[in-house]
């Protein structure tokens, strides 16, 4: 598969390490177009792609375009765009907050798919939802889907408005678990542990809670309370976090980054 990244930043190299390493393409079937000499000589050297820092080189050919920018600086790159995209090529946009409208109307092109990833796809472990124009064909949401499953799971949703709730969900979630990693961390520093060892803990506790759930086939709620021991430190340490307003500030989050990602998606 030809695949022109527009895009060489963290996410746009997490789709590449991903793809090369699925074999979802080979190395000089993927070109990287970015505006810093440093990525691209980096990306160019781990990974054997080609470069350029010429939009029109990494577009000519390419069978799936990867729009991995800034969303400040779409506007620019879409002009730079426009009447360049030939039938038949798939436009792949992982701009956060950027609607499907807006990249149509941006481009003047319709063989669109937009993509939520997030961060965990830099060790192939992420969460990608993502959404077609009725005009993509179901060759092109095939190869939608294998480059999106090279960094993980991925989940196809018939509504764009999805999308929104995915990046509050799944995109905003990593950096909440990263809060009450931290905060989990510090607080068993505060009652003695040291640093290197409440890491340890509470990592692994992370990682072994996340993969119970998954494979337990029980819901959250009901390993909770196996955990839970009546009048243990279990419940009262549930107890704290339910006088803190530990749901409702959760929920409180998640609301916010819906309603701010329908605005920047206008």
Avoid at 10 to 16: H, K, R, T
Avoid at 143 to 164: P, Q, T
Avoid at 206 to 215: D, F, I, N, P
Wanted: proline letters at 3%; glycine letters at 12%; charged letters at 20%.
């Amino acid at each position: 598969m030809r695949i022109g990244f527009i895009g060489g930043g963290v996410m746009g190299e997490a789709m590449i390490r991903g793809i090369l390493a699925r074999g979802v393409a080979r190395p000089e079937e993927i070109i990287v177009c970015d505006t810093s000499a440093i990525r691209r000589e980096a990306l160019s050297r781990d990974y054997g792609v080609k470069v350029t820092e010429d939009h029109s080189m990494a577009i000519k050919g390419a069978e799936v375009i990867v729009l991995a920018v800034k969303p400040q600086n779409l506007a620019e790159v879409m002009e730079e765009m426009r009447g360049r995209l030939k039938s038949g090529q798939l436009v792949l946009s992982i701009v956060a907050g950027k609607s499907i409208a807006t990249l149509t109307r941006g481009l003047e092109y319709n063989d669109i798919v937009r993509a939520m990833p997030n961060t965990p796809a830099q060790i192939g472990e992420g969460m990608s939802v993502w959404t077609a124009q009725p005009e993509v064909t179901r060759s092109q949401r095939e190869m939608a889907k294998s480059i999106l499953s090279a960094i993980g799971r991925e989940i196809n949703v018939s509504n764009e408005r999805y999308i929104d709730m995915a990046t509050a969900v799944s995109g905003s979630g990593p950096a909440y678990v990263f809060l009450f990693i931290e905060s989990l961390i510090d607080a068993a520093v505060h009652i003695g542990l040291p640093r290197d060892m409440a890491e340890g803990l509470v990592l692994q506790t992370m990682l072994g809670s996340s993969r119970l759930a998954q494979e337990s086939g029980k819901a959250p709620a009901e390993l909770r309370n196996m955990v839970t021991s009546p009048g243990g430190t279990t419940a009262e340490g549930l107890l704290q976090l339910e006088e803190g307003g530990m749901r409702a500030i959760i929920a409180h989050a998640v609301i916010a980054g819906y309603e701010k990602a329908r605005e920047l998606g206008g």
